[in-house]
Structure formats: C-alpha cells, structure tokens
C-alpha cells in the first residue's frame, strides 16, 4: 500500500460538451492515443472510462459489455452502487493500476464495492477483493481503534457488508482487544500496588470513549460479545454510563423540568433516542447486580419518562430500583412529573417502586422460609423495611408543600408501607403535619381521614409534646395524643422502665405494630426462654433459701429463748416471696419490735 501519486478525479463535468481529462502521467502514457470508450453512471455522476482495464478486473463490467446487443456499448449505468462515486472512484484507480492507500476508512467500501464489481481472483490475481480481505484481516483486527472506524463507515453501506462479514470480523475483534486491555491492567496492578487503581481506570477510559460513536445496534453487538468473552462486568457498566451520557446529552434538565421548551441542539431525533434508551435497559446486567450505580438507574429512569419508552422498559428500571431501595437518597425520589395539571412529582411511579420492593421482601420470606422455625434476632428484609419506612417519611415531608398534590395521592404513599415498617410515627406526623400546613382548605372530616393513620402510642415525646398544642389537629387527634400521654406517665411512676406506654407494650410480649409477623414470633420465643430461664434461676435462689433456713433452724434450736419468734418472723419473710411479683410486690413491711433479730430476716428477702 502506498500513498496517492496524485488527486487527479475521473469523473466528467456535467457538461457533456467538454472533453474528460487526464492529468495522471501514467494513464496518458498507456492511453495517450487512446480515447475513453465506455461511460459508466454512479449515482447520477458519468465517468469516461476504458473497457480494456475494467473488464479484466470487473466480472461485472465484463458481463455486462458481454450482455449488451452492441459489443460496442458506451453506455452502463451502476445502480446502488456501495460506497457512491468517491469509493467507485478508488476502485476504477485500482483497475487502472494508479497507486492509492487502503484505509481504515475505506477498507470496508472498497471490500464492498469489490464484491459489487465482482473483482475477485477468478478474473486477476492480487486482486481487490483479496488486497481488502488482507488489510481487515491482517490490519484492521489488531487495532481496536481501526475496528471502530471501520464499523462507522458500515452504518451507511447496505445489507451486503453484513453478509461479508465485515461486522461481526471488527465486534469480535473489538471485544478481544478490550480483554486484552484488562488483562493487560490486571497484571500490571499486580506490579505496582499503590498506583492499580490508575493505572486500571487510564487503561479503560480510551477504548470506552471509542465506543461511544458506534451506533446503538453495532454497540449492542459490542456489549454481547464482550459480556460473552469475559470482560468485566463493571467495565461494561462503565462503558453502558458513558455510552447513555454521550448519546442522551440532548435531553437536558431544562427539557425535563419544561417539556414543552424545544430542543435546540438535539444530535438525534425523539424515536432515536427512546431507541437508545430502551436498548440500554436492555444492556444491563442481571437484576441481582450491585455494579450499576443507583444515580444511572434512576437517570436512566427518568430518560425513560422523558421519551416516553415502552410500559415494559419503565417497569424494569423501577424493579431494578426497588431490589436496593433501602440505599437509595431522598433526592433520587424526587423524580419530576411532565403530566399537566398534575402535581410537581412524579408520585405514581415512587409508588410503584415501592410496591415493588414489598414484593421482593416478601418473596425473600418466602423462600428463606416455610415456617417460623428461624431463632434470628431480626431478618434482614425487616431491616431494611425499616429504612425504607424512614425514606417514605422523608419523601412524604418533601413532597406535602406541594400545592398540587392531592389528599389521595398523599394518603395512597402513606397506605403503601405496613404498620410494622415503622418503629415510632414522628417522621410522619411530621409529614402530616406539613401536608396539613401547605393545604388549609381541607375539611374536618378529611384531616380526621389522614390523620388516623398516625398512631399515637408510637409518638415520642417532644412529637407529643407538639400534637397535643397543634392547632391543626382535629380535636378528637388531641385529647388521644393526652391520653396515651397520660399513660406513659403513669407507666413512667409505676417503674416500667423505657419510654412510656409503647417500651411497657413491647416489653410485656404484646406483639408490637413496630415489627413483622415473622419478627414478632421470634421475639416471642426469645421472651419465653427468657422467662423460663428467670423461674429457673428464682427457683435455685428458693431453694438455696430453703436450706439456709434448715441450717439456721438447727443452730437456734441449740441456743434458748427467742427460737421460735426467729422461725416465725422468717417463715413470714420467705412467704412474702414471688416470682411474678408486680411493681410493688418487692415492697417489704417495717417489721414490728416484738419480732426481733429482723435485721438477719431483710438479709434473705430477694429483690
């Protein structure tokens, strides 16, 4: 291969009356008494030409003279010809033996636009289509750079480049090249431990920036073949990141936030870019997959919305989302809504994610578990629910201003969590309490509907405090808020330990709203061993008791005098005695002078 001898084209002025010329020397100094005798048409373009060089070359251009009703036709016409007039320029130099360059640009035009003209070893040797096939094979697959060009050039070449093989020879060799790439990163990270991480990031960037300019069925093509060679996953998502950054740059955040202001410096049309969007689902690695970031899964979310994607691809962003809900911020949530006269977030389709991930916890049980034969201390869908509960809150507190947002939508958000899912309702009669605040038109009877839904046992005390003096709670909300706060304290000076009523609720065995049925029946389980392991430990104090007093009884009865007023004051101490005794029953008697020696007596009693 050797560069162009010189620029000179082939092609005829459009006016006909003016004679085609020659600049190249060698071409005048074979034909230089010689005038051109064959016209051939590309693409509306003429070009006056030679028989001679074209039909030992062209299988095609031979049959094609060899056909006509004139062996001497001037005339042919190539229609559709791959590559237009700049490739079928290169091939005529090729036949006319002028010197040119085979590139990574037009190394699959030339391969197809030899194909075409038929010019293979059957008609000369060293021909085009075998001088193509050479440089792909030998060239191009080495490069993963060149395979990339290469593949840009085939985005506008018909059908017949798939056929040849060109695409699949430059995906392959892309994805061999991208393996080689990180395991080339990996040994050197084995080297130098302190610079692994850059070197490694530095080794991926380049050929993910190349891939970007592929157009999404040739990318795709990419993907599959790297995922099924073995390139890392986390490679592929960083890839799949830049790729949507590059590709979806257009949909700006003006566009999401004012959908109706056009867009001005879109590089692709709307479909094109739903296509992209919806293929790019599609890429992702399995569900389970911890390596796409949860800010691309809910970018990709909200392009989705944006492009109007398919129900099916929506959907699958969202189940993605909620198998990791207890990690997502509260700024993820806020998803913008483009439906008019509706309100400023998207509220449905929190709601689904939602529903989604009390799908998957229950799903979880399920399969971990036929019965409730676990001594866990808690599962882990459980704690989990019990972030997620915390997030909803906060995400109800942001969105309550909302002027828009109506009180079925709010009360749907609120309904969508079980009462187990939280621990105490403070978050949201916090939340309520905003909602109430931005909307001060609502009736009684519906702040009675949204406020039953706090439950005031599992108030703390400052949100105590600050319902029982909210002017905004209906009052029949106030006087339960007194209420329970008037058993707390009275827990509180009857020596139940924790924090009022709800502490004395979980601490008895009552099944507690805080927590799931499935948790519930092992705290049960761990009171009553407990419990068992109390009376067994009362039971060995008594019995200690019990013959300590022999002892004492057969010293006594040694001695004389008060032996039996002693024996009769301590049988009463041991009487007073009770494993289950209630908040006052370690209460002792001052005991009376008569009885004497009641110091020794206090010294059993058990507290």
């Given at each position: 291969?050797?560069?162009?001898?010189?620029?000179?084209?082939?092609?005829?002025?459009?006016?006909?009356?003016?004679?085609?010329?020659?600049?190249?020397?060698?071409?005048?100094?074979?034909?230089?008494?010689?005038?051109?005798?064959i016209t051939i048409t590309v693409d509306g373009?003429?070009?006056?030409?030679?028989?001679?060089?074209?039909?030992?070359?062209?299988?095609?251009?031979?049959?094609?003279?060899?056909?006509?009703?004139?062996?001497?036709?001037?005339?042919?016409?190539?229609?559709?010809?791959?590559?237009?007039?700049?490739?079928?320029?290169?091939?005529?130099?090729?036949?006319?033996?002028?010197?040119?360059?085979?590139?990574?640009?037009?190394?699959?035009?030339?391969?197809?636009?030899?194909?075409?003209?038929?010019?293979?070893?059957?008609?000369?040797?060293?021909?085009?289509?075998?001088?193509?096939?050479?440089?792909?094979?030998?060239?191009?697959?080495?490069?993963?750079?060149?395979?990339?060009?290469?593949?840009?050039?085939?985005?506008?070449?018909?059908?017949?480049?798939?056929?040849?093989?060109?695409?699949?020879?430059?995906?392959?060799?892309?994805?061999?090249?991208?393996?080689?790439?990180?395991?080339?990163?990996?040994?050197?990270?084995?080297?130098?431990?302190?610079?692994?991480?850059?070197?490694?990031?530095?080794?991926?960037?380049?050929?993910?920036?190349?891939?970007?300019?592929?157009?999404?069925?040739?990318?795709?093509?990419?993907?599959?073949?790297?995922?099924?060679?073995?390139?890392?996953?986390?490679?592929?998502?960083?890839?799949?990141?830049?790729?949507?950054?590059?590709?979806?740059?257009?949909?700006?955040?003006?566009?999401?936030?004012?959908?109706?202001?056009?867009?001005?410096?879109?590089?692709?049309?709307?479909?094109?870019?739903?296509?992209?969007?919806?293929?790019?689902?599609n890429f992702l690695p399995t569900l389970k997959?911890?390596?796409?970031?949860?800010?691309?899964?809910?970018?990709?979310?909200?392009?989705?919305?944006?492009?109007?994607?398919?129900?099916?691809?929506?959907?699958?962003?969202?189940?993605?989302?909620?198998?990791?809900?207890?990690?997502?911020?509260?700024?993820?949530?806020?998803?913008?809504?483009?439906?008019?006269?509706?309100?400023?977030?998207?509220?449905?389709?929190?709601?689904?994610?939602?529903?989604?991930?009390?799908?998957?916890?229950?799903?979880?049980?399920?399969?971990?578990?036929?019965?409730?034969?676990?001594?866990?201390?808690?599962?882990?869908?459980?704690?989990?629910?019990?972030?997620?509960?915390?997030?909803?809150?906060?995400?109800?507190?942001?969105?309550?201003?909302?002027?828009?947002?109506?009180?079925?939508?709010?009360?749907?958000?609120?309904?969508?969590?079980?009462?187990?899912?939280?621990?105490?309702?403070?978050?949201?009669?916090?939340?309520?309490?905003?909602?109430?605040?931005?909307?001060?038109?609502?009736?009684?009877?519906?702040?009675?509907?949204?406020?039953?839904?706090?439950?005031?046992?599992?108030?703390?005390?400052?949100?105590?405090?600050?319902?029982?003096?909210?002017?905004?709670?209906?009052?029949?909300?106030?006087?339960?808020?007194?209420?329970?706060?008037?058993?707390?304290?009275?827990?509180?000076?009857?020596?139940?330990?924790?924090?009022?009523?709800?502490?004395?609720?979980?601490?008895?065995?009552?099944?507690?709203?805080?927590?799931?049925?499935?948790?519930?029946?092992?705290?049960?389980?761990?009171?009553?061993?407990?419990?068992?392991?109390?009376?067994?430990?009362?039971?060995?104090?008594?019995?200690?008791?019990?013959?300590?007093?022999?002892?004492?009884?057969?010293?006594?009865?040694?001695?004389?005098?008060?032996?039996?007023?002693?024996?009769?004051?301590?049988?009463?101490?041991?009487?007073?005695?009770?494993?289950?005794?209630?908040?006052?029953?370690?209460?002792?008697?001052?005991?009376?002078?008569?009885?004497?020696?009641?110091?020794?007596?206090?010294?059993?009693?058990?507290?």
């Open positions: 291969m050797v560069s162009f001898s010189d620029n000179t084209s082939l092609s005829c002025p459009n006016n006909p009356s003016q004679a085609p010329k020659f600049a190249n020397t060698f071409t005048t100094r074979i034909f230089s008494d010689v005038a051109g005798d373009e003429s070009f006056l030409l030679h028989k001679f060089p074209l039909v030992s070359r062209s299988g095609k251009i031979r049959k094609m003279v060899a056909d006509g009703k004139d062996y001497n036709v001037s005339k042919l016409e190539l229609v559709n010809f791959p590559g237009g007039q700049h490739t079928f320029e290169l091939a005529m130099k090729f036949c006319y033996g002028m010197n040119f360059e085979i590139t990574a640009a037009n190394a699959a035009l030339l391969r197809c636009a030899a194909e075409y003209l038929e010019m293979s070893e059957d008609y000369r040797e060293e021909n085009l289509i075998g001088r193509t096939e050479v440089y792909l094979n030998d060239v191009v697959v080495q490069s993963l750079e060149k395979c990339v060009e290469v593949l840009c050039t085939c985005e506008n070449l018909p059908p017949i480049v798939e056929e040849l093989g060109i695409i699949n020879t430059c995906v392959e060799a892309i994805a061999m090249n991208a393996c080689k790439e990180q395991l080339v990163s990996g040994l050197s990270a084995l080297d130098c431990n302190g610079e692994s991480t850059e070197l490694k990031t530095g080794c991926m960037e380049w050929w993910i920036e190349d891939l970007s300019v592929l157009r999404i069925d040739y990318y795709h093509k990419v993907i599959t073949s790297m995922a099924r060679i073995g390139v890392r996953p986390d490679t592929i998502v960083e890839s799949l990141m830049h790729y949507a950054q590059i590709s979806l740059k257009s949909i700006g955040k003006c566009q999401i936030w004012n959908p109706a202001r056009p867009n001005s410096n879109s590089g692709t049309t709307e479909s094109e870019q739903k296509t992209i969007v919806e293929a790019l689902v997959s911890s390596n796409v970031p949860l800010s691309f899964l809910f970018g990709m979310l909200r392009m989705a919305i944006m492009v109007e994607a398919t129900v099916a691809c929506r959907l699958e962003l969202e189940r993605r989302i909620a198998f990791r809900l207890e990690m997502v911020s509260l700024d993820d949530l806020l998803i913008p809504s483009l439906r008019a006269r509706d309100s400023l977030f998207d509220i449905d389709t929190v709601h689904r994610i939602v529903v989604n991930f009390l799908q998957q916890i229950e799903d979880e049980e399920n399969e971990d578990s036929g019965g409730y034969e676990s001594d866990g201390l808690a599962s882990l869908g459980h704690g989990s629910l019990l972030k997620v509960g915390r997030l909803i809150d906060s995400y109800l507190a942001e969105i309550g201003p909302d002027p828009y947002l109506s009180l079925q939508k709010f009360i749907a958000m609120i309904e969508t969590l079980p009462d187990y899912a939280r621990v105490i309702d403070d978050g949201l009669y916090r939340a309520i309490d905003i909602y109430l605040k931005a909307h001060p038109m609502l009736s009684d009877h519906e702040c009675k509907k949204l406020c039953k839904f706090i439950d005031c046992q599992k108030l703390s005390q400052e949100a105590t405090n600050h319902a029982a003096q909210n002017e905004r709670l209906p009052v029949q909300m106030a006087i339960k808020v007194l209420y329970f706060e008037q058993l707390r304290l009275k827990n509180a000076l009857c020596g139940s330990s924790g924090d009022g009523f709800l502490s004395q609720k979980i601490s008895s065995g009552v099944p507690s709203a805080a927590m799931s049925p499935r948790d519930n029946y092992a705290s049960l389980r761990r009171e009553n061993r407990e419990l068992k392991l109390e009376i067994s430990r009362m039971r060995v104090r008594l019995s200690e008791l019990e013959k300590e007093q022999v002892v004492m009884k057969r010293g006594m009865m040694e001695k004389s005098g008060n032996g039996k007023t002693f024996f009769t004051s301590l049988s009463k101490g041991i009487g007073r005695i009770g494993i289950f005794s209630g908040p006052g029953g370690g209460k002792r008697r001052k005991p009376r002078g008569s009885e004497g020696k009641s110091g020794r007596s206090r010294r059993y009693s058990v507290s």
